[in-house]
């Protein structure tokens, strides 16, 4: 069913002219930048439709505009392109504002914060697009179609029949300018045999090639500016707002490509210096198919819940189609602000490998944790984590404290990744290990064969016993525990003895988990917890040694 327009404005000829006239000289220049020098600063925008939640894709262009704006000294802008009604999804637009600003990408001027270009979201814009297709209907740009879509439906089928184009046949071309406003009509632009050619700064010159074939066979491709509700089109509203506003570069993926023919037409329609354009390739999973939820996590809620840190998905993204000259790729804001350029983009599509971002995860935890900045966050987390697996207190009964978590994230930073991961990994430290499950039965076997190979396996009791009278009769702290787990110098014979003894104390300690040194998980756990664990250890060894519990666990039966 068509919509008829609300309203209809009159507007004189003259005061068009002059509010053309007036708004094609922009306040700031749109000058290209190279690599890093700027002529001029850079005015960008990012701007969403309110539908649903940003993904990856949508935070790299809203970071490739900030990083263009902020390098050169220029401006951010947020625009919210909220035309289409029936797929705006309520609290997606506080969704866009939360996760950009969780990610550090402030912008300088849009909803919320206002500024001198506004308003920014495109419903509050709509008397402007329709001045402006006014403008286009008196100069022969476009023209009104009444065409109901019962017809274009037909047009379609019969062409596609017919193996033709099924572009529109112009047969509303000829409704004069001042035809019926009252039928439920549409705005088409009257598209040229060839459009013109435009310059890409990632893709240098872009050729679209001409139309003329299609044309005679009565097929044009005039793309709709303004639909019969009065809203406008992505192609009518984003070059009226870019200009409107001032934005120098439109930074955006290349599924927009096919689309900047229209609008660089447009903007010549109007009189005006269309921006510089800089399109970046899309993202694709390994297998090279677009990414999306089918292939993986994709929307930035989902990485930001898990965990993942803000400074470490920007940097993730950042490196998706763009190279630095650097020597690493780890690069917080402030790096990627002075690296960032735009002839480091490259052309074609990125495949995303997740490898990266977990690298860069650990990178930027150790940061946080060892420089004790920003770890509030961390460490929140992780405590969350573990009183909803562990409760409140460890096995002795002693309450788990923050400051206990704080020491245990400290020791074990180097495993950390997301909270639920290192919560899991690290629970030897709230819980007693099992040594009756998997990751005990290889180091049970290991050190059952060192046992095997020693003069006496009676002995076994008395040689494992002395490992506890050593680390209890040592100094706790750093250098005394050190002094005797690191063992005997300089006999070999001591030394290989000496290490199947520290593999019991870990197996002991960790259950056969991974994790931070043993002098470092000793000094988190205790004396007192250490040695009930040891001394729990010696004692299935010993079972072990007889028999009856090593044999159970080398058959899988334990």
Known sequence: MAFMFSKTIPISSRFLRLCRRCSSTPKFSHTAIHGSSAIAPARTRFAPSPTGYLHLGSLRTALFNYLLAKGTGGQFLLRIEDTDKKRTMEGAEEGIFDTLRWAGLQWDEGPLVGGGFGPYRQSERTELYKKHVDILLEEGHAYRCYCTPQRLEALALTRKNSGQSTDYDRHCLDSPPIASTTEPHVIRLKAPVQYPPYRDLVYGTINSGTRSNDHSIGAFEDPILLKSDGMPTYHLANVVDDHFMNITHVVRATEWMPSTPKHVHLYSCFGWAPPKFVHVGLLQDIQGRKLSKRTGDVFVSEFREKGYLPEALNNFVALMGWS?????????????????????????????????????????VRIRVMEGSGDTEILDAVETQVRKEFGESLEDGTPITREYIKSVLQANVQNYLIPSEFTEMSSYFFQVP????????????????????????????????????????AEWTKEGLEFVVDGPRGDKAALTAWRARMRIVRLGLSGGADGPTIVATMLVLGKERCMERLRRAIAKLDDGVKGVGLKKLETGSA
């Open 324 to 364: 630095h000259a650097g020597e690493s790729d780890v690069l917080d804001m402030q790096k990627l602000v002075e690296q960032f350029s735009i002839d480091g983009l490259t052309t074609g599509n990125t495949k995303v490998g997740f490898g990266k971002l977990d690298f860069l995860q650990k990178q930027y």
């Open 434 to 473: 099992s040594l009756d499950e998997k990751p005990a039965i290889k180091p049970i076997r290991q050190i059952k064969a060192f046992l095997d190979a020693t003069p006496a396996p009676a002995s076994a009791r008395s040689f494992l016993a002395d490992t506890i009278s050593q680390l209890n009769q």
